[in-house]
């Protein structure tokens, strides 16, 4: 898109500042200046991790399942022709169905400490919610509850974890000045590999086990579409009353799968049965950012050949759980918690002979207490916090 082209898209509720314009995302030469602009923002970030530019491009491509059930757009910031920021707007018909609530969600949103330039990105994604009819509009989701979610507010001194996100510690306040509040607070823990049983952990899992058949065991690749099934099936049963709550459609989940499979130790996917029912899962994951972090987002020529290497000889040292679940009706129960401590407990040998010494937790809601409890009792501690902002849209001219 050339500047021109730029000039005419500004959009009406930008700044005065004239050396500023917003302008859609087209074509490939915009798409490749919204995937890398977070290169300049985080230059001399050392805690930035550079996502890999392929999966950047299959993430924002038609072909992601999300767009199947999604309306989309997103824009770039320039100033005096260069790249200063981006943000995206999406609605979710899904979560409409759902929920009924004519909320609209932004996400993707990067850009240079400016107050114009903060208030020239949320004008334009809150102005497109609005024609659509949204009432609300809240994120970052990137793009959905199920991906990339919230804001880092807190914990901006270690590097994030494989699929969480970073940002510049101005970003929050910068959005406050243009009237988003806080919704939903989302914890990422940390636990060290070698955690202890807690007293209260043996002592819960001993009167399940009074009670009920557990058999915990690990993934089966061999049979991997009928294993996929039944995670889906208990992550859509064990979630369906949490915040925010989308299930996963068959096509979304599926694709998630590709990278489980590609990147799945079996022994480090647990799945616990009850009287031969599958009850529980918990997948845990390379950190892959540990492993990409110098590929400056490249796997040519040859970052492709480092990253086999390192993930095939030598595994991260830390590890994130991305799923978990535990089906509803166990909830607030005593087979509930003990079906939670053993799925994590039954990763944790297997974590050991892969050289993993650290893992993350994430996310967890703040108010999610049962969870937070069972996590604090092998020592979790919370070392991120990313946060959900919403803003009322009011019609225009109010």
């Known amino acids: 898109m050339d500047a021109d082209n730029r000039q005419e898209q500004q959009h009406p509720g930008n700044p005065t500042d004239s050396s500023l314009q917003i302008a859609k ?3 490939r030469r915009a798409l490749n200046e919204f995937i890398r602009l977070p290169w300049a923002l985080y230059r001399d970030d ?6 890999l530019l392929l999966e950047r491009r299959d993430h924002l491509s038609p072909k992601n399942p999300y767009f199947a059930h999604a309306t989309f757009c997103s824009w770039l910031a320039y100033r005096d022709s260069k790249p200063v920021g981006r943000i995206s707007a999406q609605i979710d018909q899904l979560h409409i169905e759902r929920y ?3 909320k609209g969600f932004f996400g993707m949103l990067e850009a240079e400490d400016s107050p114009d330039v903060f208030k020239a990105l949320t004008n334009t994604a809150e102005s497109w919610l609005r024609e659509q009819g949204m009432q609300q509009i809240s994120g970052p989701f990137n793009l959905s509850i199920n991906q990339e979610l919230g804001l880092l507010v807190d914990g901006f001194d270690t590097p994030p974890s494989l699929m969480m996100g970073h940002a510049r510690p101005y970003y929050g306040p910068r959005l406050e000045e243009n009237g988003y509040a806080k919704e939903k607070d989302l914890l990422a823990y940390i636990i060290d590999a ?6 209260a952990m043996q002592t819960v899992i001993k009167r399940a086990k009074k009670k009920s058949n557990l058999h ?18 208990i992550f859509n049963d064990a979630w369906s009353h949490n915040w925010g709550f989308v299930p996963f459609t068959d096509d979304e989940f599926e694709h998630m799968g590709k990278d489980l499979k590609m ?3 079996e022994e480090l996917v647990k799945i616990a049965e009850v009287d031969g029912e599958p009850a529980a899962f918990m997948v845990a994951l390379p950190n892959i950012n540990e492993a990409i972090r110098d590929l400056n987002g490249r796997l040519l020529p040859f970052g492709w050949l480092k990253l086999l290497w390192r993930l095939k000889v030598k595994y991260p040292q830390s590890a994130r759980i991305p799923l978990m679940g535990v089906r509803r009706r166990y909830h607030d129960s005593i087979l509930g918690a003990a079906l ?3 799925v994590i407990a039954s990763s944790q040998e297997p974590g050991l002979k892969l050289g993993i010494k650290e893992v993350e937790l994430s996310w967890i809601l703040e108010d999610n207490m049962p ?5 604090e009792s092998i020592s979790g501690r919370v070392y991120k916090t990313y946060r959900i902002y919403n803003k009322a849209l009011q019609p225009e001219g109010n």
């Open 194 to 199: 070698d955690f202890k049983h807690s007293a």
């Open 340 to 342: 939670a401590f053993m």
């Open 25 to 27: 995302v087209e074509g």
């Open 263 to 265: 990147l799945a130790n």
């Open 46 to 51: 050392p805690n930035w991790v550079p996502p």
């Open 216 to 233: 915990i065991r690990p993934l089966q690749k061999s049979n991997f579409k009928k294993e996929l099934n039944i995670i889906q099936d």
């Open 100 to 102: 009924q609530d004519a």
């Open 371 to 375: 969870m937070r409890n069972i996590i």
